[in-house]
Nanobody
Framework: QVQLVESGGGVVQAGGSLRLSCEAS????????MGWYRQAPGKQRELVAT????????NYADFVEGRFTISRDNAKNNVYLQMNSLKPEDTAVYYC????????WGQGTQVTVSY
């Protein structure tokens, strides 16, 4: 059974940083591209960043370009999201998932950025 467990969220002031982690199990992690997504209250879930299976390519949504960095450690079945220069509009629940044939969503991790 595939399981996605996100962690690392919290409350931070604008301009601060957080590092999110996601551990995936039950599927060959190293063979799959991964993505970070977020969902703010009252809004649809949106794609934040993606990374290929071997980390050769990453892509970012325009609203996080230059501030967030996605990375992965295939030996640990983990994907990470380093978030710098956080803004209040980054407040959301953050999720990870496989890019191809997404699995059931995990519980996510709450990120709250205060003014």
């Amino acid at each position: 059974q595939v399981q996605l467990v996100e962690s690392g969220g919290g409350v931070v002031q604008a301009g601060g940083s957080l590092r999110l982690s996601c551990e995936a199990s039950g599927r060959r992690f190293s063979m799959n591209g991964m993505g970070w997504y977020r969902q703010a209250p009252g809004k649809q879930r949106e794609l934040v960043a993606t990374i290929t299976s071997g980390s050769s390519s990453t892509n970012y949504a325009d609203f996080v370009e230059g501030r967030f960095t996605i990375s992965r450690d295939n030996a640990k079945n983990n994907v990470y999201l380093q978030m710098n220069s956080l803004k209040p509009e980054d407040t959301a629940v953050y999720y990870c998932n496989f890019l191809r044939l997404p699995s059931n969503w995990g519980q996510g991790t709450q990120v709250t950025v205060s003014y």
